[in-house]
C-alpha cells in the first residue's frame, strides 16, 4: 500500500462506503491512533463487517493529518476470523443512545484498491477453523450417524444438535469431521461471574449471551464413550475439557477424573487438555495423576486487579490462577494461557511487566493471543478503567516477548503433540 487504508461508514441501511478524504484510525484503550501500513492486512476469508449504530466513525484527514469525527453515518467495524489477532480495534465517537454492543470483537477497517484491509496478524498457521474447511452437510450426515451409534449418550446430543449444529461451533463441527480436537463440555455451574460470560448472563443485564449453557451434568461413561474413538481414530488428536457451551470445568473434576482413566485404560494416543480458569489448583493436580496433559487458563490481563474486577470470581483469587499452572508444569504437562487481547490494555508497559512475570513464575508453555469479544466502552466502564497508560503496541509487545521467551509458543489454539514437541525441545 502506498498510503493507510480510507474510511469506512455505513448508512441507516447498513450500506458501506469509503471516505476518501480520511484514513481510517485504529484504537488502543480509549484513545485514536494513527496505525503503520505494515500494521495492515486483507481482510481474511471468513471475516465479516459489522455497522455500530449509535456511533460515528473517527479518522484522520488525509492532508491535515487531523482527528476527524465524521458527522453522517456510522462506524464500520470488522470480526477478524480465528487463528487472527488485532492489532486495533475500530475507532468512533460513541453517541449517549448508543444501545452495548454484542460480544464480538470489533476490529478497525479500512478500504484501499477494491479490497478490505485490517490491522491484525496471522498467529496460528494451524488451519482447523478456517471457514473454508468446513462441511456442513459432511457435519449433518456424521451427527446422524454417531447419535445412531451412541444413542443414549446425551453429551454427544448435546455436541451434535446445539453446538455442532445450532450454534455453528468450529470445534463440534471439527469434531464430527473426524479431525482436530473433540470438545467436552461437562458442567452446568460456574464460580466466576465473567461480564463478557457468553453462555450466561442476568436477566437485567443489557446483552444477551450468544449460546445457552450445558443443562446437565455428564457422567464419566458418556464422556469416554465418544472421546475414545476420536483419540484412536484422528491423528494428532486432542479431547479437551472445558467449551464456552458451559461453566467451569474443574467443579467437576471428581468426573473428570473417572473419564479419564476410563479413557486411558483404553488408549494411550493424543492429548487430554482442559480449558479452564484455573481456580481449583486441587482440582488440577487430581486430574494430572489420572492423565490430564494439558491446560489453557482464560485470562483478561496478568494484573490481578484488572483480572478479578472482569471475572468478579467467587471463592478464588488469581493466584490460584499462577498455582493451577505451575501444577501442570510440576507434572510436565503443557501450560497455556488464553490471553484475551485488549489493545490499549494488553499492551500497556504495567501489563507487559506483569505477564513477563507471570511467564516467569509458571514456566508457561504458551501463549494463546485471543481477540477479546466485548463491547469496548462497556468493558472499560464495567471495569473502572478511565486511564489505561503507556501502551507499547500489540505486535511491539509480541515481539519484545518472543525475544526474551523463545521457548514460548505463539498461537490461537490448544497445539497438538507434535507441536508441543517442537516447543519443548526448545528448553533443553
Not at 476527524?68 to 480465528?82: N, S
Not at 449453557?213 to 465418544?226: N, V
Not at 470445568?249 to 486411558?264: G, H, Q, S
Not at 471463592?315 to 505451575?326: A, G, M, P, T, V
Request: net charge negative; proline share 7%; glycine share 8%.
Amino acid at each position: 500500500m502506498e498510503h493507510l487504508p480510507f474510511l469506512l461508514f455505513a448508512d441507516a441501511q447498513g450500506k458501506v462506503y469509503e471516505d476518501t478524504t480520511l484514513f481510517v484510525a485504529g484504537r488502543s484503550g480509549w484513545d485514536a491512533v494513527v496505525p503503520e501500513l505494515d500494521d495492515f492486512i486483507e481482510l481474511p476469508e471468513g471475516g465479516q463487517l459489522y455497522v455500530l449504530p449509535g456511533r460515528k466513525a473517527v479518522g484522520f484527514d488525509c492532508e491535515t493529518g487531523e482527528y476527524t469525527v465524521r458527522e453522517e453515518g456510522f462506524a464500520v467495524a470488522a470480526f477478524v476470523p480465528p487463528a487472527h489477532t488485532t492489532l486495533y480495534l475500530a475507532c468512533y465517537e460513541q453517541l449517549p443512545e448508543a444501545p452495548v454492543l454484542p460480544l464480538f470483537c470489533y476490529n478497525a477497517v479500512g478500504w484501499y484498491d477494491g479490497k478490505f484491509y485490517v490491522p491484525a496478524v496471522r498467529i496460528d498457521k494451524d488451519i482447523r477453523q478456517d471457514p473454508e474447511g468446513f462441511d456442513q452437510e459432511l457435519v449433518k450426515q456424521s451427527v446422524a450417524n454417531q447419535l445412531e451409534r451412541f444413542p443414549n449418550n446425551r453429551l454427544l446430543a448435546h455436541i451434535g444438535n446445539n453446538c455442532a449444529l445450532t450454534y455453528l461451533c468450529p470445534a463440534a463441527r471439527n469434531f464430527f469431521m473426524g479431525r482436530f480436537e473433540a470438545p467436552i463440555p461437562t458442567s452446568p455451574a460456574c464460580n466466576a461471574n465473567c461480564i463478557g460470560c457468553i453462555s450466561f448472563q442476568p436477566a437485567e443485564e443489557t446483552i444477551t449471551s450468544t449460546q445457552d449453557r450445558l443443562q446437565f451434568k455428564p457422567t464419566a461413561a458418556e464422556i469416554a464413550e465418544y472421546t475414545i474413538p476420536h483419540l484412536e481414530a484422528v491423528p494428532d488428536a486432542i479431547v479437551s475439557f472445558g467449551q464456552g457451551c458451559e461453566g467451569e470445568p474443574l467443579l467437576m473434576w471428581e468426573t473428570n477424573v473417572k473419564a479419564i482413566e476410563i479413557i486411558r485404560a483404553n488408549t494411550n494416543k493424543g492429548i487430554i487438555n482442559i480449558n479452564t480458569n484455573g481456580s481449583l489448583p486441587h482440582g488440577v493436580e487430581a486430574m494430572c495423576k489420572a492423565g490430564l496433559q494439558s491446560i489453557r487458563v482464560s485470562m483478561n490481563s496478568a494484573r490481578p486487579a484488572v483480572y478479578e474486577s472482569y471475572y468478579l470470581p467467587n471463592n478464588y483469587r488469581f493466584e490460584n490462577l499462577r498455582e493451577s499452572i505451575q501444577m501442570v508444569r510440576k507434572y510436565g504437562g503443557w501450560a497455556s494461557i488464553n490471553y484475551f487481547v485488549f489493545p490499549g490494555m494488553t499492551d500497556t508497559v504495567e501489563e507487559y511487566e506483569a505477564l513477563r512475570q507471570f511467564i516467569l513464575d509458571t514456566d508457561l508453555s504458551m501463549i494463546q493471543w485471543r481477540n477479546f469479544n466485548i463491547d469496548p466502552d462497556w468493558y472499560l466502564g464495567r471495569i473502572g478503567v478511565h486511564e489505561c497508560g503507556e501502551a507499547i503496541g500489540v505486535k511491539n509487545m509480541m515481539q519484545l516477548l518472543k525475544d526474551e521467551f523463545p521457548h514460548v509458543a505463539f498461537g490461537y489454539f490448544n497445539p497438538p503433540e507434535s507441536i508441543m514437541n517442537t516447543y519443548n525441545a526448545l528448553r533443553q
